[in-house]
C-alpha cells in the first residue's frame, strides 16, 4: 500500500508546478493550503455519507480522493509520507497498529475567570464554506 502513496506522492510533487490550466494538482497548489484543505474536507465528508448509506463502490471511489487530496495537503506542508509512517510505527509501539493515540486532557476554563480569559482558552475555529451535506452527482 505505502508504494502505491509514494508514487501518488512523486507524481503530486512533479504536478505542482505544471500549468494549472491543464493541472487540477496545479490549480490546488496556485489556490492555496486553504483550498487544498476545503477539498480535504469535501472529500472525508462525502467517504462519511456514501459509507453511511452502504454505497462501498462509492466510498472506495471517494477514498480514492480522499488520499489525492491528502497527499497534495502533505506536498504542500512539506510532509513526506515517511513521517506519516514513523508516527504511526510510534502509535504502534505505544498502544497497537489499530489504536489511535488519546488527545491530551483538555483543560476546561474555570468557572471564576473571566469572560475575556475563557475566550482566549479556546481553539480557534476556522470555517469552510457552507455546503449541502448531500452529495453533488
Known amino acids: 500500500m505505502s508504494d502505491s502513496l509514494e ?21 490546488l497548489f496556485r489556490r492555496g493550503p486553504e483550498k487544498m484543505a476545503k477539498k480535504l ?11 453511511v448509506n452502504g454505497k462501498s463502490d462509492a466510498v472506495v471511489r471517494e477514498s480514492a480522493d480522499l488520499l489525492y487530496n491528502l497527499t497534495v495537503l502533505w506536498v504542500s506542508a512539506g510532509i513526506q509520507p515517511e513521517d506519516v509512517w514513523r508516527e ?7 498502544l497497537g497498529i489499530a489504536e489511535k493515540l488519546p488527545k491530551s486532557a483538555v483543560k476546561l476554563p474555570k468557572a471564576s475567570q473571566s469572560p475575556a480569559a475563557r475566550q482566549a482558552s479556546r481553539r480557534p475555529i476556522v470555517a469552510l464554506e457552507s455546503r449541502s451535506l448531500r452529495k453533488r452527482h
Not at 508514487?7 to 490549480?27: E, G, H, I
Not at 504511526?88 to 505505544?94: K, Q, S, T
Request: hydrophobic share 50%; charged share 35%; proline share 3%.
Open 7 to 27: 508514487r501518488l506522492y512523486q507524481a503530486v510533487v512533479a504536478a505542482k508546478d505544471l500549468d494549472p490550466a491543464v493541472s487540477r494538482t496545479a490549480r
Open 41 to 51: 474536507a469535501e472529500e472525508a465528508v462525502e467517504v462519511v455519507i456514501d459509507a
Open 88 to 94: 504511526m510505527a510510534r502509535r504502534e509501539h505505544l
